[in-house]
């Protein structure tokens, strides 16, 4: 945006346009997440069909007729908004696995979670919606691995809630015992059950210090 122009813009919008940058994380969704503010969304709106406006804008060039035209279109908004609402659980789950820290034994179930939600979104088209899921769960498909399943099972935070044990996450712990025991079935057998003891919070994990 020009200087002249951002200054007009700053006379209806108290808060800033977020410039279109390349940043390390998601600046597509911070950009759009911006233009949805209510002072930024109004301001555009305001100063597309201000006076000074159309008095800079005498000459009327094509891509200044397609900047009016995108602003004051209601489908422009409405998909702005449809694509802030579907990303927004993904990128929490992507802000997760880029902190620094164990993250592996979250990212399972949080996953899970994040598929759910999408699936729960009634406000978006329907065709829209299966497209954005199966994408999402082609892209766990290809990315995780049996560690993530083991890290899930072992993980304390899900201890009281018992994970689930379907065929994926069975599969998974039971490649990461195998490995790990060189198959040893017996060594296998005696892990299992110590993950029985773990998941129960008996034996040597009924301590209150570890119940926390």
């Not at 296998?188 to 210090?209: I, K, T, Y």
Request: with cysteine; aromatic share 8%.
């Amino acid at each position: 945006m020009k200087p002249s122009m951002l200054a007009l813009f700053r006379k209806f919008s108290k808060k800033d346009l977020v410039k279109p940058t390349p940043t390390r994380f998601a600046y597509a969704f911070i950009m759009l997440s911006n233009l949805l503010d209510e002072r930024v969304y109004n301001g555009l709106r305001s100063l597309m069909v201000s006076l000074e406006y159309m008095r800079k804008r005498v000459a009327k060039s094509q891509k200044e007729e397609e900047v009016s035209a995108i602003v004051l279109s209601p489908f422009f908004w409405r998909n702005v908004k449809e694509i802030v609402i579907l990303c927004t659980p993904i990128l929490k789950i992507l802000r997760l696995a880029d902190r620094e820290g164990a993250t592996m034994g979250l990212i399972y179930e949080l996953t899970d979670r994040m598929i759910e939600k999408i699936s729960s979104l009634d406000c978006i088209d329907s065709t829209r919606l299966e497209e954005v899921k199966n994408l999402c769960i082609e892209r766990w498909d290809m990315l995780h691995s049996p560690l993530h399943a083991a890290a899930y099972v072992l993980h304390p935070i899900w201890r009281e809630k018992s994970p689930q044990m379907d065929t994926e996450v069975y599969n998974g712990w039971m490649d990461v015992l195998e490995r790990h025991t060189h198959s040893d079935v017996k060594k296998q057998g005696q892990l299992c059950d110590e993950l029985d003891v773990f998941q129960s919070m008996s034996g040597a994990f009924s301590r209150p210090v570890l119940k926390r």
